[in-house]
């Protein structure tokens, strides 16, 4: 589905970002490679622990770090940038690797960094607290404790402006470490914002589009 969607995208130089956390994309190379060279897409990999074990706890079905860092490096060989997200940073469980990951990042050719604060709306709050408690007992208390502590006393916060990153001292420490790492390895770096002048639109609907100015 992805690359189909893809290739409608590339035939009419529609430009386009993608993120994701699986290593597949590396599959749709052949058509990234040229949409890069025409500066029409950007992809973003949420790396989300460098740990293997937490990763196959808090992801089971997501692709491995490591082969997440081989996507950013073979993407990037190729020429299409890469941005690597960190998310979700949950304090208390993987924040103490933001700095470890964005190193990694780097290292493998990726050109731009961002993160977002662990986000627990409806539903979700409950059933990662069931998840914490599962499989990580001994730091449920502690984690949900610092969670709290970023949304005002409350497991989340949707008000906008605040809810990608928190708020107080635990989500401005966070934002101050990300800003660190962020220059020290590189991926602060202005990023050229994708051409939009090359799309063409599909002769179908430039038919119809005819037809409507003409009525």
Do not use: C
Not at 34 to 46: C, D, F, G, Q, Y
């Amino acid at each position: 589905m992805t690359r189909a969607v893809i290739e409608v995208l590339a035939r009419f130089n529609h430009p386009f970002s993608i993120i994701t956390k699986s290593a597949l994309i590396q599959r749709d190379l052949d058509l990234l490679r040229p949409m890069a060279a025409k500066n029409l897409v950007r992809v973003a990999i949420s790396i989300t622990t460098l740990d293997r074990k937490l990763a196959r706890s808090m992801e089971p079905r997501a692709a491995t770090p490591e082969r997440r860092l081989d996507a950013v490096r073979r993407l990037s060989e190729a020429g299409v940038p890469v941005v690597v997200m960190f998310a979700p940073a949950i304090p208390g469980l993987n924040d103490h690797e933001l700095e470890a990951a964005l190193d990694r990042a780097a290292d493998a050719g990726a050109v731009g960094a961002g993160y977002v604060a662990l986000r627990l709306p409806m539903e979700i709050k409950a059933l990662f607290r069931e998840w914490l408690e599962s499989d990580h007992p001994d730091r449920a208390a502690r984690v949900m404790s610092l969670v709290r502590q970023m949304r005002g006393g409350k497991d989340y916060d949707a008000e906008w402006g605040q809810r990608m990153k928190g708020q107080g001292p635990i989500a401005d420490l966070l934002s101050q470490r990300f800003k660190a790492a962020r220059r020290r390895y590189g991926l602060d770096r202005p990023q050229a914002p994708l051409d939009l002048t090359q799309f063409r639109v599909p002769p179908r609907a430039g038919d119809q589009m005819d037809l409507f100015a003409a009525g």
